[in-house]
Structure formats: C-alpha cells, structure tokens
C-alpha cells in the first residue's frame, strides 16, 4: 500500500489535473480533499478534454473510485451540472465510482451572492475572488453555518436546520447589503432541482475509505490550487480559504490515520498567477503577452487572462517546503521553446538586500526580482518521452531548477496530453 498526494508548489494551475490523470493508474481510490469549484483542472486523455472542477481527476479511470472528502466545499448545483457535463462526454458517473462525504459542508444558494456582493462592496481593494462562494462558504462553515451533504437523509431536521441558517443569513443580505432575501420556496427549489440529484452518490466515506486502506490499496489525494494560496501558509489575504498543503490530505479527506508516503508538488516551467494580490516575478507587456499566448494562460473557470512570470525559484523553493515535497512534476516545458533566453527569478531584492527566503506576506511589496537569463533551445520539443530526447539546454535549465529547489524533478511534461511526459 502506498498513498501519494499531488499539490500544486504555486499560485496554483500548474497543471495538477494532468499529473493525476497519469497517476492515477497506479491507484485505487483518488480523493479531493479541499477547496471548491472555483478553480479548473484542464484533463485531455483519450475520451476528450475535460475542464473539471470539483470532480477528482480519477473519475476517467476505470475501477477508481472518486471520492469528495468532507474538507470540500460541496456545491450541489455546480457539482451536479459538472456531472451532467461529463456524462454528456461518454463518462459514467455511478455511486460505485463517485463518492461524496456525508461529513462535507454544503455551499448553499446564498454563498456565491455574498461572495459577488462582497467583492462588489470591496471596489478596487477586491481580492479577485472567482465569485463562487468559496469564501463565505468556508466562513460559514467555520461559524457552523452551513449544513453537512449527509443531512439530506434527514429531511425534517434538514429543513428546520436550513430555515433557522436562512434566518440568520438574511439579516446580513438585506441590512447589510440590502439585497433580497431568501425565501422557504428558493430553498425547495434548489433542494430538489440539485440536491436531491447528488444524494445518490453521498455516503460514509471515511468508513470506506477506512476499509480500503485496510484491504492494502493505493490512495491518491488531489489537492486544488497551490502552497501560496494556502490559508495558513500563503499570501493572505489573497490566498483561497482552505489548505492547500498535503498536511490537510488526511484531515480533508476523512481518513485522519493516512499516511502519505509521497508527496508529488507540481511546478510550472513559468510562473502564472490569477486575481489579485502579490507576484514578485510579475512580467508586463509584450514579453508578457507572448508567454501568456504560448502557454494558452486564461483561467478555466473564469477565461481571465492570468498573469505571468518566469518561474520564481524563492517562491517555489518556499512551496516546496510548505508541501514537504518529495519529487517534483515540472509542467509545459514546451511552452518555453519560443524563447531565445529564458529568464528565472533567482532571488528577491527586499529593502536593499538579496534573498532567498520566501518574506512575510505585507513584505512582498517591498520585494524586486533578480532575474538571471538561460540559453534557451529553440525547438520543439513536444516530441521528447526520454530525458536523452530534450535538448541539453532544456536538461541544464531543469537541473538547475532542481537544484535550487532542492527537491527531486522526477517528471517533465512536454505537452498536455497524458502520454506528452519524460519521467526520470
Ligand atoms: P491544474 O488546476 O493545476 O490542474 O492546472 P490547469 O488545468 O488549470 O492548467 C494546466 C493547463 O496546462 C491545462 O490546460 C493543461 O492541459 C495544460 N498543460 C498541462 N501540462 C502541459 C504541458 O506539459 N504542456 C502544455 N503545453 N500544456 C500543458
């Protein structure tokens, strides 16, 4: 039996639905264990492309069991129209190979409102929040606010439970915000129009999980977005409102007593961040422009451009740490072929000072990239499936990629589809 957890080592989109994707053959059950709906994995395989967001990234797999642990922000109307999505694609989708915790917290109707009425209110100091209710909802959920997906087999107390939360929640909308408030019929509505569609895939996951580990399988945690916007460890405020960290896996995914013996942090071969906040390597205008192009950088939930970078050796070294890697996935190697140079973020210049030690969140302001530049290859080099396929400037660029960060880069991938990797 051996458990991994695939972590994202950035700001996030670093290509973690790709590396599951190809993992997952290895494993039994693949669990998310945090976050929510509002970011994107992009999938390509064999069945087509996939944009997934709250569905692990196991589900094109036969005989693996998708699992969606109780550290996730559980939307039933995005969850079950991304499930109508990707049946509608060939895939099947059955209580056998998607499993939802009883013990998740729903994000209820009013959470995407607040989310959008607070980013409103927020103006030009906004966190560049996805508006899907991640924020209130975890908020919520911290306040015991919310209700868990298992009390759909309670009706009655359900009902009684939503009402009292309803009570409570209009006053914030209404006095507040003055927006409209919630009604008993929107809640009916929105119970059998979605809830009532996931009921069949909800369960006690923990005790399966439980079972599986016992039995000797393999578990694969899948994590959302990366260790900068981890709510402990990242750039708060700008970070999303759950941990991102392989830490949380057993916590989130209902199994307390996992141990993960490895754990794989995927980087990007460039830096891309999306929404607001601090991002020391930060490239502007044409340079930016082409990287951005090249590397196809518009967010998969929301088609914002994201910003970009070089890759941020103080930043990743800190992801690295963060996540307690163990073997790095370096992601879209491809995309830099373009480049005669390649810059990398080598250091940070912070009041005067070169470092490498990622600062404390307010200091990002005050830091500068030291930019140093590497031969680039010119070529292309989708193609590569062996270490001895990449150019030697490609092998030096990622060599010292490694050595800087100090973690092993066990896989380089070279394009998006599953078999576009060079494994080491
Ligand atoms: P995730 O949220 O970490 O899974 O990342 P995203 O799915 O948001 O972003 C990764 C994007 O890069 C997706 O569109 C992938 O198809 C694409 N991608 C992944 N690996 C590679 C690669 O090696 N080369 C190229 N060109 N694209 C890649």
């Known amino acids: ?15 973690k639905g ?49 699992l969606l642990g109780n550290g996730v922000a559980i939307d039933p109307e995005n969850l079950w129209n991304e499930m109508e999505e990707v049946m509608s694609q060939g895939v099947s989708l059955t209580p056998e190979n998607l499993k939802i915790s009883d013990r998740a917290s729903l994000l209820l109707p009013w959470h995407r409102d607040m989310d959008e009425l607070e980013e409103m209110r927020l103006a030009d100091k906004k966190y560049g929040s996805t508006k899907q209710g991640i924020a209130p909802f975890y908020s919520d959920k911290y306040q015991k606010k919310t209700v868990l997906a298992g009390e759909l087999f309670y009706p009655e107390e359900l009902r009684q439970h939503l009402y009292d939360i309803m009570e409570w ?23 059998n129009t979605y809830c009532e569609k996931i009921k069949p895939y909800i369960c006690d996951t923990g005790a399966f999980l439980k079972e599986q580990q016992e039995n000797g399988k393999n578990i694969l945690f899948e994590a959302q977005l990366g260790s900068l916007r981890d709510l402990d460890y990242g750039i708060y405020p700008y970070t999303t409102s759950s941990n991102t960290t392989a ?9 307390p007593s996992a141990k993960i013996n490895d754990v794989v942090g995927v980087v990007k071969a460039y830096s891309t961040c999306v929404g607001e906040g601090p991002f020391v390597c930060e490239m502007f205008g044409e340079e930016a422009e082409e990287l951005r192009k090249n590397g196809f950088e518009y967010g998969a939930k929301t088609g914002r451009p994201r910003r970009v970078g070089p890759i941020d050796i103080v ?13 790095i996935a370096l992601t879209k190697l491809d995309v830099l072929s373009y480049m005669d140079k390649i810059p990398v973020c080598t250091k940070y210049l912070v009041d005067g000072k ?9 200091a990002l302001k005050n830091a500068q990239p030291v930019v140093e530049y590497f031969d680039g290859w010119k070529c292309d080099i989708t193609s590569a499936r062996k270490w001895e396929d990449l ?3 490609a092998q030096d660029y990622v060599l010292f990629v490694e050595k800087q960060i100090g973690c092993p880069i066990k896989y380089v991938s070279v394009g998006p589809e599953r078999e576009s990797i060079v494994i080491r």
């Open 354 to 362: 070169e470092t490498d030690r990622f600062p404390f969140p307010v």
């Open 247 to 255: 830490a949380y896996a057993p916590i989130g995914s209902g199994l």
């Open 315 to 327: 930043a990743t070294k800190y992801g690295v740490e963060v996540q307690a890697a163990t073997a």
């Open 169 to 191: 929640k209009n006053l914030t909308l209404t006095k507040v915000y003055g927006a409209k408030p919630y009604t008993k019929e929107m809640l009916e509505e929105w119970l």
């Open 18 to 66: 790709r590396m599951v994707d190809l993992l997952t053959e290895k494993y039994d059950v693949v669990v998310r264990f945090q976050g929510g709906g509002n970011a994107g994995h992009t999938v390509i395989n064999e069945r087509g492309k996939f944009a997934l967001h709250l569905l692990p990234s196991g589900i094109f797999r036969n005989g693996v069991v998708n």
């Open 1 to 15: 039996m051996s458990n991994c957890a695939i972590v994202g080592i950035n700001w996030g989109d670093e290509g």
């Open 391 to 393: 150019p030697k400037q």
